[in-house]
């Protein structure tokens, strides 16, 4: 799985076109179900918090540049040559402040869809996979 960091302007057309999509509920899909028989974290923590999709997209729609974490080649075989994002922000859900890990695809089929292939808190099971954030500025 390749990863990289896109360059600022690349990441700000990505957002810019994701916040386009939103304004259309209709093109935007949450990923709720279950991939190579795992669970899904999303649903999970859908069910868990009580979110909805309207809050999913606030979030969204509030993602900024310093947010970006990285983007990767899509690991699913049926999706080969197609790139995810991978986005970061912290966010009070439900009364707790949480790290959120956000993963954002834009697939292009009649309009634009946006898919929004993860959403839920970041679960890093090491220093190594704690999300990185390459242009974000930290207050001294």
Partial sequence: ?????RPVYEVQQFL????????NESNVMINNKPWNGK?????TYMAETGIKKADILRIVSMLEVENYCETRDDRNARFQ??????????E???DVE????????????EDQLLLVMSFH?????????????PYKVYDN
């Fill in 1 to 5: 799985m390749q990863k990289n960091a």
């Fill in 16 to 23: 810019n076109s994701v916040k386009n999509i939103i304004k």
């Fill in 39 to 43: 669970e899904n974290k999303t649903r």
């Fill in 81 to 90: 040559g197609e790139t995810v994002w991978i986005f970061g922000i912290r």
């Fill in 92 to 94: 009070e859900i439900v």
């Fill in 98 to 109: 949480e790290d959120l890990y956000i993963k954002l695809k834009i697939r292009c089929l």
């Fill in 121 to 133: 808190p970041e679960l890093p099971h090491s220093q190594e996979e704690k999300l990185t954030f």
